[in-house]
């Protein structure tokens, strides 16, 4: 079955460090793959997507690149702020069994001042 | 603005005591779906609602159930809470299932404690 793999947390950097967290995916056919963040006490938020081999999806200093030879779609940000602090789940949905979404099991990323 | 509307945010129960937590949408997207989300965890989907086809998780207990009376409005009704039920509910929905369809809206989620 699909299956979604992240980088083990916690995670924990300096206000301005470079951040990526890693996200590596199992799936048949041709997935769509998802970053959500969520924020304490609250559902999750689209972060970014990207629908097919190649796509880059960027959103608020954040990107990510699908990465079909490699199966990833790591995220990344040059410089994380202290209002990044968060948990982030990678999520595939197969556009091939009812759109099933599957996502990681999270990385709590938090950042100092 | 809100889009996802989940209420109530926190919930109480009784061990073995019926609650229905609910969850509303001004998206008019077809597909809504329910999950659980226990602490440090994944969120689990329990099922989903395509229009009015039901579509259950094979690994979903019985004793949660989904009514989704029209488009906007979907219910989850746990018939005897345990105390392993305790998490955060979380509603989604999508504009429908297809290819480039798959964006998913979350709501707030509610928090449901067993007492």
């Known amino acids: 079955g699909d299956s979604v793999t992240q980088m083990e947390g916690p995670v924990t950097l300096s206000e301005e460090a470079f951040l990526t967290i890693n996200c590596t995916y199992t799936?048949?056919?041709?997935?769509?793959l998802f970053w959500y963040v969520q924020y304490p006490g609250e559902g999750l938020q689209l972060l970014l997507k990207?629908?097919?081999?190649?796509d880059k999806g960027s959103n608020k200093g954040f990107e990510a690149t699908y990465r079909k030879e490699t199966t990833s779609f790591h995220l990344e940000k040059g410089s994380v702020q202290v209002s990044d602090s968060a948990v982030y789940f990678c999520?595939?949905?197969?556009?091939?069994?009812?759109?099933?979404?599957?996502f990681g099991d999270g990385t709590t990323l938090t950042v100092k001042p | 603005d809100a889009m996802v509307i989940q209420n109530p945010r926190y919930q109480v129960t009784q061990f073995g005591k019926p609650v229905t937590l609910s969850c509303s949408q001004t998206?008019?997207?077809?597909?809504m779906y329910w999950y659980q989300q226990k602490s440090s965890q994944a969120p689990k989907l329990l099922f989903h609602?395509?229009?009015?086809?039901?579509?259950n998780e094979a690994d979903t207990p019985d004793n949660f159930q989904s009514r989704r009376p029209n488009t906007s409005f979907c219910f989850l009704d746990i018939r005897s809470p345990g105390l392993g039920d305790a998490a955060m509910y979380l509603c989604?929905?999508?504009?429908?299932?297809?290819?480039?369809?798959?964006?998913?809206?979350f709501g707030p989620g509610t928090r449901l404690t067993v007492t």
């Open positions: 989604a929905t999508s504009r429908d299932l297809g290819q480039g369809e798959g964006e998913q809206y």
């Open positions: 799936a048949t056919g041709y997935p769509s």
């Open positions: 990207a629908t097919k081999a190649d």
């Open positions: 999520a595939l949905r197969d556009n091939t069994n009812a759109g099933k979404s599957t």
């Open positions: 998206l008019n997207h077809n597909v």
């Open positions: 609602y395509y229009d009015k086809d039901f579509n």
